[in-house]
């Protein structure tokens, strides 16, 4: 999670540009995963090849388990870009900086919606343990801890001729 937001800092830079127009943009037609892209969809950034991570950038991308860190890329709808068209469009570092952070963004979300199932998960168990009375013994021993001491009975003496008492025995 703190790696995550860390790549959502809009003070880290992250995306370097390393060449111009080296190549075009990736096919329109496949994603990453080889799905293929609804109509109107677009690629942010536009030209990954031109674009290389930052040694704070990659350092975390490595930190977070990647061997081969890359700028992520992510689809966006034709919408999406027209609202994003002034801001970053055009501009590869600025695209490129938009996907890592977006990258984080969702990381952040993941490992905070793990977060919460697995805290759900485990005040259930405990809920589960109390009703079924698992618990009981910690109710004893404070009620017990709670009450004065009890004193022992005066040592009883048997009638040989030691003297000694019963409990020495």
Known sequence: FGKATQLTDPGLVSVVAVASDVAGPPDADVTADGEG???GEVWIPGNPSALSL???GDGLFRELGFREPVVPVFPVTSRQSASLEGALRGV???????AVQRFGSLLAR?????????YAVL???FAYVWYRGDLDWVRAVSASRSKSPVPLPPSQKTGGP????????
């Open 92 to 98: 590869p570092e600025r695209e490129g900086h938009w």
């Open 162 to 169: 030691t003297g000694a008492s019963v409990l020495s025995a």
């Open 37 to 39: 892209m609804g109509d």
């Open 54 to 56: 930052t040694p704070a």
């Open 123 to 125: 005040l259930i168990g």
């Open 110 to 118: 993941t490992a905070i919606s793990d977060m919460v199932v697995f």
